[in-house]
């Protein structure tokens, strides 16, 4: 029962085998053709990715792209020619892991000499439009912080305005002798209207850059919208990089005009000049106790400027440490830098680009799959029982061709015939004679020995 059980099992074993051979047959009829489809289209992307990164467009040029794609579809196609009717061959471990280092190896070959340009080939107008839009996007940040450190700087104004006016305050309380106690304009009345005028002058002053700097930013945000035009037009995304990179020089010079717009430089030393440039007037109190009275005014009044001055420098200290605008220089890329540099964003692109290059690797396991398979079915079952009705035919008549060749050839270890002149030599005188009739009823094998070479007649 064991026996008869294992020759089935090899039975249903064999026939498995022969069933696998039999798809792999007709595989085999188109995987060639297949494998040299993919390969074509491979060169074919990769020759559009090398002509996006060769400048010029002329004849050698179109020679060179047409070189590399056409040495790459060969290249792809040898090499995945030699891994599926080698590797499904290899039976030992060592032989099958090194094969698997060569196409891994081969493989990053294949991605580094053609892959890249094939989604570049695929997505290279798409990523260019991706860095334009991001570039967009860095020039709009800086412009508008740049605009907001030139806002910031003309809301010193009101922090000037509000010194001014206080000093003007106390001119009014001093021409009515509140503060020195002598009414009129006197030498106090004149050292706190000179700082009146001084911090009005600089009102006016940062009154007049408010216009520049509205104007610079509408002029900014005219040519952001442009550019962000430029990135969805339609056309050649080439052309359009060009009209893009002299609208981002224009807006460069448009984001530094504002930084040089800010006047909290020009609010912190006027700052510190406030305290400094004090031109006390002659005492012209009546008696000496006037004039003690007036010199102690003006000492407070000179105390009180210099807290005026230090708040207003910090104030305008703090508009200058903000953040400063991110310098922000647009560089042109092409196509396959774009790819690169934005690949997170065109997953699918670098996918179908490397697919379309390594999806042979499949073929290459499946076959490998298979072979294996068919050895497992054979395994144990002699060369007889593996054998198909057309194998036994054509070994048939191999053997018939080969017993056909046997008898024309001429018996070598038979004596050379004697002369003519020569008796014959005497019958052997010991055992019977056999009759002539005995090599007739010969049976056909013992016939077919006795015609061998080496036998005698």
Do not use: C
């Not at 191999?398 to 002369?419: F, L």
């Amino acid at each position: 029962m064991d026996e008869t059980g294992m020759t089935r099992a090899q039975a249903r074993g064999v026939r498995h085998a022969r069933e696998l051979e039999d798809h792999l047959s007709w595989l085999e009829t188109f995987s060639g053709t297949a494998l040299g489809v993919l390969a074509v289209a491979s060169g074919i992307y990769t020759y559009l990715g090398v002509s996006s990164l060769l400048d010029d467009n002329g004849a050698m040029s179109v020679f060179a792209a047409i070189a590399y794609s056409v040495a790459v579809s060969v290249g792809i196609f040898v090499f995945w020619s030699y891994l599926m009717r080698l590797f499904p061959a290899m039976r030992t471990t060592r032989g099958r892991v090194g094969l698997m280092g060569a196409m891994a190896v081969g493989s990053l070959a294949i991605v580094a000499m053609s892959s890249w340009l094939n989604a570049a080939a695929l997505a290279g107008s798409a990523a260019v439009e991706q860095h334009l839009a991001r570039t967009v996007q860095d020039y709009q940040g800086s412009l508008e912080r740049a605009h907001e450190i030139s806002l910031s700087a003309q809301g010193l104004q009101r922090d000037v305005a509000r010194v001014r006016q206080s000093f003007e305050d106390l001119s009014e309380q001093e021409a009515a002798g509140s503060l020195s106690g002598l009414a009129g304009r006197g030498a106090v009345f004149r050292v706190l209207r000179q700082k009146s005028a001084e911090l009005t002058a600089l009102e006016d002053q940062i009154a007049l850059q408010t216009a520049p700097v509205e104007d610079a930013f509408a002029r900014g945000n005219a040519i952001l919208s442009r550019m962000r035009a430029l990135t969805v037009e339609p056309g050649p995304v080439e052309a359009r990089s060009v009209e893009f990179s002299e609208s981002a020089v224009e807006l460069q010079g448009l984001i530094a005009q504002l930084r040089q717009l800010s006047v909290a430089p020009l609010v912190q030393r006027a700052a510190q000049d406030l305290v400094a440039s004090v031109v006390l007037p002659e005492l012209d109190g009546q008696t000496e106790e006037t004039r003690g009275s007036q010199a102690a005014t003006i000492t407070s009044v000179l105390d009180v400027l210099a807290q005026r001055a230090t708040t207003l420098e910090s104030a305008a200290r703090e508009v200058m440490t903000m953040a400063p605008a991110p310098e922000v220089t647009y560089t042109p890329v092409s196509s396959a830098d774009a790819v690169i540099l934005y690949a997170r964003n065109f997953v699918p692109s670098w996918a179908g680009a490397i697919a379309i290059d390594l999806l042979p690797a499949v073929l290459v396991f499946i076959l490998a799959i298979t072979h294996g398979a068919i050895r497992d079915g054979r395994d144990g079952a002699g060369i007889s029982d593996t054998m198909t009705l057309a194998e036994l035919r054509a070994a048939l008549h191999a053997a018939r061709d080969v017993e056909e060749a046997m008898e024309h050839m001429p018996d070598r270890s038979a004596p050379a015939p004697a002369p003519a002149s020569a008796t014959p030599p005497p019958a052997p005188a010991t055992g019977p004679e056999r009759p002539a009739t005995a090599e007739r009823e010969m049976p056909e094998h013992e016939a077919q020995v006795q015609r061998l070479p080496g036998k005698s007649a």
